[in-house]
C-alpha cells in the first residue's frame, strides 16, 4: 500500500514538473530552462546521496561487489593510457629542451607533468570510457524499462540501491586506480627518455627526486577521489533523466558522456589552487 501510494505521489509530481515546464518555457528560452533543470536534479540527487551514506548496513555490499567490478573493467586500460601519456611527455620533453638544460631535468618535468595533469587526466578519461558509459547506460535501461518505478512500487529507494553503491565505489577504487595509472606513466616515461634524450637512468631518477615534494604525491589521489565520485554521479544523473526508448538511452549516453568529460575538465581546473597553496 505504502508503495502503491508512493508511485502515485511521484506520478503527480512528474504532472506537476511538467506542467512548469511548459509555463516556463513559454517565457525563458529551452536552453536555460533545461540547464535549470539540469541543475535542479543534480542538486536533488546529491542530497538524497548524502542522506543515505548515514545507512551503511544497506549500501556497503553492493559498493565492494561494484567497487570490484570497476577495478577489473578500468585497470588496464587505465595503465595503457597513463604510460601513453608518459612516453609522450618524455618525447616532447627530449624534443623542447634537448641540448639546452641539464639531462635531469628531463626527469623532474616528466615527474612533474606526469604526476600532476597526464595520468589523472589518462585515468580519467579511461574511467569515463570503460566504467561511466557502462553506469550510464544500465541507468538509463532500467529507467525507460520502469524497473526504477518498480523498486519505489516495493518500497526501495533508487538512490540507496543504484546511485550510491556506484558512486562511492568509484570514490574508493579511483585513488587505487590512480597509483598504478602513475606507476605506469612514469615507467613508460623512463624507458622513453632512455631512447629520445641525453638523459641516463641515472640523471632521470635524481630530476624524479628533484622534484619531488610530500603534497604532490597525494595531489593526483585526491583528484582521483573526487573524479571518480563526480564521473559516476554524472553517469547516474543521465540515466535517471532518460525518457523514450532505446533511442532515449543513446541520448543519455552521450549526454552522460559529455557531463563526464566537462567534469574531469572541471575538477583538473577547480584544484589547481589548491596544488599552489598547500604543495608550495
Known sequence: VTGNRQSRAARQANVDVRQVRSQAMRIWPAGLVSTVERIGEASVLAGALLGVMFRPTRWLGPMLREAERQAGDALLLVMTLAALGGA?????????????????????????????EMAPLCAGFAFVGVVGTRIAAEVATMQVTNQIE??????????????????LAA?????????????AAMLAGWFTALFTTRATSIDFWFGVRHYMHDFPMFYPLIKGFVSGAAITFAACLAGLSTQGGSAGVGLSVRRAVVWMIATIIFVDTALVPLLKVVGT
Open 150 to 167: 518498480a523498486l519505489q512500487v516495493i518500497g526501495r529507494d533508487p538512490v540507496e540501491y543504484l546511485v550510491a553503491p556506484r558512486v
Open 88 to 116: 609522450l611527455v618524455a618525447q616532447q620533453t627530449g624534443y623542447q629542451f634537448q641540448g639546452t638544460l641539464p639531462p635531469w631535468v628531463v626527469g623532474s618535468i616528466v615527474a612533474a607533468s606526469v604526476i600532476t
Open 171 to 183: 570514490a574508493f577504487i579511483a585513488p587505487v586506480l590512480m597509483c598504478f595509472a602513475l606507476v
